[in-house]
């Protein structure tokens, strides 16, 4: 389906990622293998996650599943990645694990020089309110806190005065258009301004990587039109991002395309695309 899709949307791979063949089938004897003595050294400048033969399996009594089976995977800052793959293929799985909500089974997750795939749950939320912005495709806004609070609520934790907090919290919603819908509870805004105060939040703390789960899934075409465009000029400004998506539209903003299947990574290349 992507392979049409591409097609109509003229996405031009340029370039492959890794070592492995442009092939549908996928020889595994070429796919990029990371080199298990370079991971206690620095990550290579710019490089921010280094997912290493990542597994992770849920035990359901007398089946395991294998939501991801052997990932693969390096991206650098300022990359605009967006995994595609059919429904079940692993793809929130392996965001929320890049996202620090949760740890592989196995394999080793290097976020920006830190092997985070051992830490228990207090250090892994440290690490993600410190690198991480996540929005959702549901947006999940706190429904009786207007869209200042929404946005402050991640600096809560970072132990950051009052003062500041509404300035920085002023600031991201000013960043993504909303500085005048501040006092507006969720209920009063639209869909798409509901996603940019979930935009908002997930900047408020300058994350390393912006993660979007689905983020244009419960908008209008139109809507989703605006929310990427706001994801372009934070790419512009340097902002690492990662989306999923089903749509080839969506996904045709992005400059490199991961495709996941059966919790696998069957592509992963640079696109042309403007
Ligand atoms: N908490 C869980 N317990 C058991 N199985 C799970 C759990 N979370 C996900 N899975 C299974 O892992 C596989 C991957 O799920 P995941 O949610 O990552 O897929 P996805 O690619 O995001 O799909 P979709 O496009 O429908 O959102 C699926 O088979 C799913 O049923
Ligand atoms: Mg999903």
Known sequence: MFENEEKRFE?????????????????KTLMATPDPSASTDSPPA???????????NYDMGSETIHALNGVDCRMEVNEYVAIM?????????????????????????????????????????RVRNRMIGFVFQTFNLLSKSNALQNVETPLLYSGIGRRERRNRALEALERVGLGDRTF???????GGQRQRVAVARALVNDPAILLADEPTGN?????????????????SAGQTIILVTHEPEIAVRAKRHIHLRDGEVTEDYLVENG
Not at 46 to 55: E, K, N, T
Not at 184 to 190: D, Q, T, W
């Open 184 to 190: 507006h509870k969720p209920s009063e805004l639209s």
């Open 219 to 235: 908008l209008d075409t139109r809507t989703g039109e605006d929310i990427m465009a706001l994801f372009e000029e934070l790419y």
């Open 85 to 125: 793959g059919p429904s079940g293929s692993g793809k929130s799985t392996l965001m929320n694990i890049i996202g620090c909500l949760d740890r592989p089974s196995t394999g080793e997750y290097w976020l920006a020089g830190e092997n985070v795939s051992k830490l228990n749950d207090k250090a892994l939320a």
């Open 46 to 56: 710019g490089q921010v996650i280094d997912l290493q033969s990542i597994h992770k």
């Open 11 to 27: 996405v031009r791979r340029i370039k492959l990622w890794g070592s492995y063949k442009p092939t549908r089938s996928i020889d």
